[in-house]
């Protein structure tokens, strides 16, 4: 069974908990991971809820919001950007080194706090 839009932002807020979690017990790059895969489920519910049907299988939030015709202002637009690119890296790393070098305890909170903000933004699309 496909989960309805409904099912997509509970998983959304569930995950974002997840990223806070991750940020308190100091895996900093899974906290951003864990804020990446918030806010795409988050739109994958409005997807489902503006099209009428399944989103797709893909991780590009940028794709999403394009296929939705959402329009972000420019701190908005930056930010999911941002955790756009955050994505392959905290997915793939190159090194736990390199990634660790990156994703510092003030970019994650940083990227936290935005995430909670941006889903904010979103329910009230819904």
């Not at 899974?30 to 990446?36: A, D, I, K, L």
């Not at 930056?78 to 890296?89: C, D, G, M, P």
Request: aromatic share 14%; hydrophobic share 40%.
């Amino acid at each position: 069974m496909k989960p309805n839009y409904l099912e997509w932002l509970k998983q959304a807020d569930y995950d974002v908990d997840t990223a806070a979690f991750m940020y308190s017990g100091k895996r900093f790059f899974y906290t951003v991971f864990m804020c990446h895969l918030s806010v795409e489920k988050a739109l994958k519910g409005l997807y489902q809820k503006t099209k009428q049907k399944v989103p797709p299988k893909t991780h590009n939030l940028i794709y999403l919001l394009t296929e939705i015709a959402v329009q972000l202002d420019e701190k908005n637009g930056r930010f999911v950007a941002r955790l756009n690119e955050a994505n392959i890296a905290a997915r793939y790393p190159e090194t736990i080194e390199k990634v660790q070098s990156i994703y510092t305890q003030e970019i994650a909170l940083q990227i936290l706090n935005q995430t909670r903000e941006f889903l904010e933004w979103i329910k009230q699309q819904y």
